[in-house]
């Protein structure tokens, strides 16, 4: 059963529109959402992350939007570059607990 | 060096070889972890260890056995592998602790592909 669920594989955007990447979890419990980035050959990188307490975190270009009655958050790109065009994971963990659930990544392109 | 590092990056292994992993942090965490991606699959967590200690084995084959020496080092013994254990074995270190509000940001290698022939 997979408790983080990315349903699209992969997503399309043109340079300098906005990019929203979505991630579903099932388990009520969790309090703490990550988004990583990851370009082939190298390790997932850390964006920005989000605790159960608020419902939008800001971080440049990159925001992450928090619904914890539909258990959905989404990471907005604005506006996209061509160096986003990597593969997006969600992880999700319960407070106090080290282990991270990781969604099977998006890999969005963006296309100049 | 920065950040978190793995050596080798590419490894290819017959079934009946043994090689280790090595990852190295210099971010001053005290907890380390194994993740393993296999293709079109979410990482999976292997192993998880919080000041030196194992605190989590997500029931792992025995034929994979991690050592944890010190907070700043961690392998990943190999002995007797299948032809599908072939994947992307990631090293990650996080802070041991959070406060409220907080959680655990991890901070990843770039780890190493491993083929098993």
């Known amino acids: 059963d997979q408790q983080v669920k990315q349903n699209s594989p992969s997503l399309s955007v043109q340079e300098g529109r906005i990019s929203i990447l979505n991630c579903d979890y099932t388990n009520s419990m969790f309090d703490y959402f990550l988004w990583y980035k990851k370009y082939p050959a190298e390790g997932p990188t850390f964006l920005i992350s989000?605790?159960?307490?608020?419902d939008k975190n800001e971080d440049g270009r990159f925001t992450v939007f928090l619904n914890k009655s539909a258990k959905h958050l989404s990471l907005h790109i604005v506006p996209s570059q061509p160096g986003d065009s990597a593969v997006y994971f969600c992880a999700a963990s319960l407070q106090g607990a080290q282990k991270l659930v990781f969604g099977q990544g998006t890999r969005l392109t963006i296309n100049p | 060096e920065t950040g978190v590092t793995q050596t080798p990056r590419h490894l290819v292994m017959g079934m009946t070889n043994k090689k280790s992993l090595k990852c190295e942090q210099h971010l001053g965490h005290n907890a380390m972890y194994w993740y393993k991606q296999s293709a079109k699959k979410p990482l999976e967590l292997m192993f998880v260890?919080?000041?030196?200690?194992?605190?989590e084995n997500n029931s792992v084959p025995s034929r994979f056995s991690p050592e944890c020496p010190n907070s700043s080092h961690l392998f990943l013994h190999l002995h007797t592998l299948q032809p599908e254990d072939s994947a992307l074995y990631l090293c990650?270190?996080?802070?041991?602790?959070?406060?409220?509000?907080?959680?655990?940001?991890?901070?990843f290698g770039p780890g190493t592909r491993l083929t098993v022939t």
């Open positions: 260890y919080s000041l030196e200690e194992r605190v």
């Open positions: 989000i605790s159960s307490i608020k």
């Open positions: 990650a270190s996080s802070h041991g602790f959070s406060g409220p509000g907080q959680g655990y940001e991890q901070y």
